[in-house]
Structure formats: C-alpha cells, structure tokens
C-alpha cells in the first residue's frame, strides 16, 4: 500500500428492489441498503484520515423526488447523498 496508496474511491454499487412501501420487507430493506450505503459508509470510515483526489458515488434521482416502486432504493440514495 505505501507503493500505490489508495487516493481515490469509486463506489458503484448498487441494487433496486421494486416493491411498494406498504409491502417492502426488512430483508428487501437490509438487501438495498448493503449494496448502496453500507459499503460507501464503510469506505468513508476506513479512509477519513487519508487524503483523496477524488470519493466518487452513483446516486439516483429517486433519493431527491422518489420513484414509483422503489420506496427502499429512494431512501438509500437519499442516504448516499447525505454522506456526500
Ligand atoms: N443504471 C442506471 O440507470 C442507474 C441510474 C441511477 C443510478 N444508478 C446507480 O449507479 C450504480 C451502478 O449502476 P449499474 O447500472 O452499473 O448497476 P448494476 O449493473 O446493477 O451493477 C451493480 C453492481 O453492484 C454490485 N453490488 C450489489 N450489491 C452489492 C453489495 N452488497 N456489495 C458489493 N457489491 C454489490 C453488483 O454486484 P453483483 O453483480 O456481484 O451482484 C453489481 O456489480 C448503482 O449504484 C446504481 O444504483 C444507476
């Protein structure tokens, strides 16, 4: 590592499960949120001391206004962008 430092993240990991807020389970909730927040958050906690050139992320407009179907997606996104 002291060789080729870490000086940048890019996370796009990623995954939408289509289901309503009325009937999304915790597993479904728990599935979105390990592939869109948990890794960037965990990224961000490893690397907080080290300078970076760049700590890219791939959100979704549905963290801003919403998508039909996608209750649990917005709400990662919406997570991804705070972080940001
Ligand atoms: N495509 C779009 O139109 C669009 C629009 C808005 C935002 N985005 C965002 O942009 C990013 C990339 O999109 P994409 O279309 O390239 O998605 P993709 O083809 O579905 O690829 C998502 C990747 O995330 C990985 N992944 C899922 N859960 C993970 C976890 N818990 N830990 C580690 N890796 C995990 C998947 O790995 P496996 O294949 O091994 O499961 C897959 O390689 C995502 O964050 C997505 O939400 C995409």
Not at 76 to 84: E, I, K, M, P, Y
């Amino acid at each position: 590592l002291a060789e080729y430092p870490v000086d940048a993240v890019v996370h796009a990991a990623g995954t939408v499960v289509n289901t309503s807020l009325d009937a999304v389970s915790a597993d479904e909730l728990a599935q979105v949120w390990a592939g869109k927040v948990a890794g960037a958050v965990h990224l961000d906690a490893v690397l907080a001391d080290r300078p970076l050139d760049a700590f890219v992320v791939f959100s979704s407009i549905a963290g801003v206004w919403g998508s039909g179907g996608q209750a649990g997606y917005a709400a990662a996104n919406a997570c991804l962008d705070g972080l940001v």
